[in-house]
């Protein structure tokens, strides 16, 4: 199985310290830990006010990919947990 190269998205240093609204935070972005989010709103959006922001940004499928690899093993495990007490009750 091939290993999979984690991808980040990357604030320029220029707008570290540059204050975006959004998701409950006013924190400035280099200071933020969900640049992520705002990364998938700006490439939703294809806002230049946005996208600028960022040095490089993945492909939207790429993003929202990033997104949700750390919850599959916890949807994994919840899956496996449902499908055991339903066994266990027939």
Same mark, same amino acid.
């Given at each position: 199985?091939?290993? $999979?190269?984690? #991808? /980040?998205? *990357?604030?320029?240093?220029?707008?570290? /310290?540059?204050? !975006?609204?959004? =998701?409950?935070?006013?924190?400035?972005? =280099? *200071?933020?830990?969900?640049?992520?989010?705002?990364?998938?709103?700006?490439?939703? /959006?294809?806002?230049?006010? %946005? @996208? $600028? %922001?960022?040095?490089?940004?993945?492909?939207?499928?790429? %993003?929202?990919? $990033?997104? @949700?690899?750390?919850?599959?093993? !916890? #949807?994994?495990?919840?899956?496996?947990? *449902?499908?055991?007490? /339903?066994? *266990?009750?027939?």
């Amino acid at each position: 199985m091939a290993k $999979q190269r984690k #991808m /980040s998205v *990357k604030i320029k240093k220029q707008f570290e /310290s540059t204050i !975006v609204a959004f =998701g409950n935070s006013g924190l400035p972005l =280099g *200071k933020r830990n969900d640049i992520l989010d705002l990364a998938i709103i700006a490439q939703q /959006s294809q806002d230049p006010s %946005l @996208i $600028q %922001l960022f040095e490089e940004l993945p492909p939207l499928a790429d %993003l929202q990919n $990033q997104k @949700i690899q750390p919850l599959l093993p !916890v #949807m994994t495990a919840i899956t496996e947990a *449902k499908n055991e007490t /339903s066994s *266990k009750e027939e």
